[in-house]
């Protein structure tokens, strides 16, 4: 069978995704990225980096560092250490496990552009080769503390130009300059010069690897551990001298002028020159992007002759484990070295400044700092992955750019009812597209599954799958349309000669006689085939979608949803396996309804349908987060957490302003902590506060909404929250008067109105507060107030008296949480137990004075617990001294100590 073509697609969207952290700010930027196996590493002007990991795109983590402006950054093979350059020249390595810090700086190359940085293969050392062709090595050390027992960087040797690109393979370095390649030999510190003719300009080279890293033998292993104590500047070898053993090395790539790559032995030999500028005399791929359903559809390109190209390829990648990457100002190239064939190559892209490769991804940066993701696949993989994943208009646009190779490679029979819909693309519905592609996508997996496929030792496996991740992709999608027309094709299925194909025909008959000994797990299976159907049309939810076209999605689903519920109901059998899967379903149809609902279509609507579904799915998302009473009302034995979508909520409280009260009550009992939103609004409209609202907040414990009660109160309602508070004391539902219980039989706990008194000094001041404090110990006698409520009415009161607004909390739990911390050096500490001691007659306990090792007595809301500029914990002791920490304006705190040693003023977090 023919080998399909490659494509290049982007239906990964990761621009966005990375720029989510820095959205906020305008003058955060990044300069420079790195993608691992199971990581996205970008440097930015602040000196920090953004961690991110790679599938799914998400953002994991800031690290701050305050050496300066990130210029590179990568990340170690094993993935445990980050390499950054910086704009100055600096080198720094960071320590991501256990807990990201940095551990190591080196100065080698102070006031210099760096280049290049690569990591040997055991990620024990770290190379870096900057404009002037110093090139230096970082060994990291093997204990972890900052700084302590790290050997210091040393230079290896200075070449006759700028470092283009360095590459290692155990124990060799490959140096590409401005004019030409070195092999540098780090166990016996020699290096010598690749081929003898110079050029003139930036080009790559690497080393083929095609292996994975199992793979690495263990000679090259042993000989990296003798590295660690034979660094010094390396000696320039002539040619012919070396005594590398070449076969324990892969093979080595120039670049050179004129579309050419030199195959280089491991002793600097040039063995072959191999020449692509005829055969880039082909036309550019178009790359495959999501179009749902444009005008026209993208159109590959229709030129059959494309004039010779002379490419200086400027930096060179292994992709998919076999060919070779490159990208210049004209676009990106792929090529397959050991052919010197051109697989493709595409001119979208004219504007890249940095690209890397993962498996068959590439990553690419532009100049104006956009991100993208493209990916190589084989032509019917990527149908495949398409037709699978409901992309009906991508995958039929896909057949017809392509359709010149389909009708080489498929039956013209079934790529010609495709093509022949080329005229009417627009007209076709979404079912119709699937009823077109299905017999060709049917064809495209049947040969899938009949190509054998050879594994790395020799075995050939017929009908295996595919190893790389877009051909697994293939294999696990098989089954699916295959399934469909099972029933009613078994009787036409002829029995396959091929052995393998035996077992596997039989074992599809044994599937299905078990599925008539057992029919529930037929059924189990026609529900999930159902769900399918609902799930591709949750899919098409989108934010752009117009009122129109949201109603009649949402009418659709709660018809299917509807349908399968009542024609599956008979099956007792299978009732908890339906309602599990079920209300899977609508978690993902309400969550989905949630986060691409348009808040201007919300807040302008007048279709009841659609306001009636959003509340529907909001209150389904948080109703879990309070019990009730078996009357209904709500109750609630912890702190109400802020419910998901609250901007949703929100807009639907401001819909329910216009209708009766009724709504709004029954909204906020579906999800107690929108009373806390509510409250506002009932006294901005009415004028008054009702008494269901009071019944309601006292039954819910909230303490933010109690406190925005109490100040409303009038005399009337003063006796009632006496009436109530007693009732709520005594474990009674406020709305049927019985008693609830929880757990093993407990009563609720009571409101905790110290809480409620320190929400009202934090926003009323502590004059209101007090005089509240005054009226509710009198309506409700022998309520508990803790004293830390006093204190901080006390010292609030004294900052209010000297102009300053601010409110001390003296409340235990804020002091003891993760959020707030206080500090001060231990001499200061001392001081106030002597004095205290004195006035108050009695002894006083040290602890009393914060929770921190060392403490100012200064309440403070740190953004980090480490100081940027050690990257140590704030409250590490010996860097405390008596200086303790200064805290700046935006959050960030530093030992004052490290402020002293780095000459700092400012916080350097935002330079």
Same mark, same amino acid.
């Given at each position: ?51 991110? &990991?790679?599938? @799914? ?104 130009? %700028?470092?283009? $690109? ?9 140096? &590409? ?125 229709? +030129? ?67 991100? #993208? ?78 190509? @054998? ?25 098989? &089954? ?44 189990? $299976? ?9 799930? %591709? ?71 009841? #349908? ?74 901005? +409209? ?71 008194? #320190? ?24 309520? &508990? ?106 959050? #960030? ?19």
């Amino acid at each position: 069978m023919q080998e399909f073509p490659y494509v290049l697609s982007e239906y990964e969207e990761i621009n966005s995704l990375l720029y989510k952290p820095i959205n906020s700010t305008q003058r955060i930027k990044y300069t420079c990225f790195n993608t691992s196996s199971n990581y996205i590493i970008l440097g930015s002007t602040s000196g920090s980096i953004y961690l991110f &990991s790679r599938k @799914p795109c998400s953002f994991l983590q800031l690290i701050p560092l305050s050496e300066g402006a990130v210029s590179r950054v990568l990340i170690s093979p094993d993935e445990r250490t980050i390499a950054l350059a910086t704009a100055r020249g600096a080198v720094c390595l960071v320590s991501l496990k256990p807990t990201p810090k940095l551990i190591a700086v080196s100065t080698e190359h102070i006031n210099e552009q760096i280049n290049s940085l690569c990591w040997n293969d055991s990620s024990s050392e770290l190379y870096a080769g900057d404009w002037n062709g110093k090139i230096s090595v970082m060994v990291l050390s093997i204990f972890k503390v900052n700084g302590m027992f790290q050997t210091p960087a040393c230079a290896l040797m200075d070449l006759d130009s %700028a470092i283009v $690109q360095l590459s290692f393979s155990s124990p060799l370095l490959l140096a &590409s300059t401005l004019t030409r390649c070195y092999i540098c030999d780090t166990v016996q510190e020699q290096y010598k010069q690749v081929g003898n003719k110079a050029r003139n300009g930036e080009f790559g080279a690497c080393f083929y690897k095609t292996y994975s890293k199992e793979d690495t033998s263990a000679l090259a292993a042993q000989k990296e551990e003798k590295l660690t104590n034979r660094k010094r500047t390396f000696s320039f070898i002539p040619e012919g001298n070396s005594n590398v053993q070449e076969e324990n090395f892969p093979q080595i790539f120039c670049a050179r002028p004129g579309s050419r790559l030199w195959e280089v032995s491991a002793n600097g030999v040039v063995m072959k020159t191999h020449q692509f500028k005829e055969a880039l005399a082909i036309p550019p791929v178009t790359i495959c992007k999501p179009n749902p359903r444009k005008s026209t559809y993208q159109k590959q390109m229709e +030129q059959t002759t494309w004039t010779p190209q002379s490419v200086n390829f400027t930096h060179l990648f292994v992709t998919a484990k076999k060919y070779l990457f490159s990208y210049t100002s004209r676009g990106l190239y792929i090529l397959d070295p050991v052919t010197a064939t051109v697989i493709l190559w595409n001119n979208e892209f004219s504007n890249i400044t940095m690209a890397e490769t993962v498996e068959n991804k590439i990553y690419l940066m532009t100049t104006n700092g956009e991100f #993208h993701c493209l990916t190589l696949s084989f032509l019917d993989s990527l149908i495949l992955r398409l037709y699978n994943t409901k992309s009906y208009y991508e995958c039929l646009e896909l057949c017809l750019m392509h359709k010149v190779q389909l009708k080489k490679l498929v039956s013209n029979l079934e790529i010609g009812k495709v093509c022949d819909v080329e005229n009417r693309l627009q007209m076709l519905r979404d079912d119709e597209l699937s009823t077109l592609l299905h017999p060709l996508t049917n064809l495209l997996e049947s040969n899938t599954k009949a190509s @054998p496929k050879k594994l790395d030792s020799g075995i050939v496996v017929v009908n295996s799958g595919n190893s790389n991740e877009e051909e697994t992709f293939r294999s696990k999608s098989a &089954s699916r349309c295959s399934k469909i027309e099972s029933k009613e094709e078994t009787n036409e299925i002829n029995r396959p000669e091929d052995a393998n194909c035996n077992t596997a025909y039989e074992e599809n008959n044994v599937e299905e006689v078990l599925e008539e000994l057992d029919p529930n797990r037929s059924a189990m $299976q026609k529900i999930q085939a159902d769900l399918e159907a609902v799930n %591709a049309l949750i899919g098409n939810i989108r934010q752009s979608m117009s009122e129109g076209e949201l109603e009649n999605i949402i009418s659709d689903i709660d018809w299917r949803m509807n349908v399968i519920k009542d024609f599956y109901e008979t099956l007792t059998d299978l009732k908890s396996f339906l309602y599990e899967i079920l209300r899977s379903a609508e978690l993902y149809y309400f969550n989905t309804l949630l986060e691409n609902i348009s808040m201007q279509l919300l807040q302008t609507t007048d279709n009841t #349908h659609i306001v009636k579904q959003i509340t529907k799915a909001f209150v389904n998302m948080n109703a879990h987060s309070c019990r009730r009473c078996t009357c209904g009302s709500p109750y609630s034995i912890d702190e109400l957490a802020e419910p998901k979508f609250l901007g949703v909520g929100m807009a639907l409280l401001k819909k329910f302003a216009n209708e009766n009260q009724e709504q709004y009550v029954n909204f906020c009992n579906s999800v107690p902590y929108m009373w806390r939103e509510y409250l506002p609004v009932c006294v901005e +409209q009415n004028g008054v506060l009702m008494s269901d609202s009071l019944r309601q907040c006292l039954q819910i414990r909230d303490t933010v909404a109690l406190s925005m009660l109490l100040p409303l109160l009038d005399g009337k309602l003063w006796s009632v929250l006496a009436t109530q508070v007693k009732q709520t004391e005594e474990g009674q539902c406020l709305f049927c008067g019985k008693y609830i219980k929880h757990g093993n039989n407990d009563a609720l706990e009571s409101i905790e109105w110290s809480a409620v008194i #320190h929400e009202i000094i934090k926003k009323q001041g502590p004059d209101l507060a007090m005089a509240l404090l005054v009226k509710l110990e009198k309506a409700v006698p022998n309520i &508990s107030i803790d004293k830390s409520v006093f204190q901080s009415l006390v010292f609030t009161k004294i900052l209010y008296q000297h102009g300053m607004k601010r409110t001390i909390n003296f409340n235990k739990n804020s002091l003891d949480s993760s959020e707030y911390n206080t500090m001060c050096s231990a001499k200061v500490r001392d001081d106030m137990v002597e004095v205290l001691e004195k006035d108050l007659g009695r002894p006083i306990g040290k602890n009393i004075f914060g929770n921190g090792a060392h403490h100012w007595g200064i309440h403070y809301q740190n953004k980090f617990s480490t100081c940027p500029c050690c990257t140590l914990s704030l409250q590490t002791p010996v860097l405390l001294g008596n200086n303790g920490i200064a805290i700046f304006g935006c959050g #960030h705190a530093y030992h004052v100590n490290c402020m002293i040693e780095k000459k700092l003023t400012t916080c350097n977090l935002h330079s």
